[in-house]
């Protein structure tokens, strides 16, 4: 098997190194939050997180996870001027770790959204098929063309 290599210089080549050098802050990992549990795929449902990012930020960050490889856009079919998002492979992987991220700290520390927690809680693994489920499904939707437009004569 053919040694990866990172895609940009790292500090060193530790794994966990490389994991928090990719999603290390707390705008990437919301981003992916909102992919995998809401759904978003648009700049503006970005921006409209409850978290509030600042668009120059959001922008580098969707930037940051498209060069990782983690998510990928492409024109949205309906308008071309927008783009949509979408998690590559490597990117709906981390929806195991995100959960157990949501549970360590559900367990540790005061947080709102208890349901999403008592749905965790409940059968992760039938969370995590839905969370798959709605991924496949958004990538099915994007690589469907639209009927083009009959043309008046």
């Keep these: ?23 290390g802050d707390r705008w990437s990992l919301l981003i992916i939050r909102d992919m995998m549990v809401l759904g978003s795929r648009t700049y503006k ?3 409209n997180s409850h978290e509030k990012i600042a668009t120059n930020v959001l922008a580098d ?4 996870l498209e060069s990782f490889g ?24 981390l929806a195991p770790v995100l959960t157990e991220m949501v549970l360590w ?12 927690v008592e749905m965790m809680r409940k059968d992760k693994a039938q969370f995590l098929r839905g969370v798959r489920e709605r991924w496949t499904a958004q990538l099915a939707a ?3 063309v639209p009927n083009p437009k009959p043309k008046v004569a």
């Design 1 to 23: 098997m053919a040694e990866k290599k990172p895609s940009f210089p790292r500090r060193s080549g530790c794994p966990l190194n490389a994991s928090v050098e990719m999603l």
């Design 45 to 47: 449902e970005f921006l």
């Design 61 to 64: 960050r969707l930037n940051r």
């Design 70 to 93: 983690i998510l990928s856009s492409q024109n949205d079919p309906s308008d071309r001027r927008k783009r949509i998002y979408l998690l590559t492979p490597k990117g709906i992987d």
């Design 105 to 116: 700290a559900a367990a540790h520390e005061e947080t709102g959204n208890q349901a999403l």
């Design 142 to 144: 994007c690589q469907q």
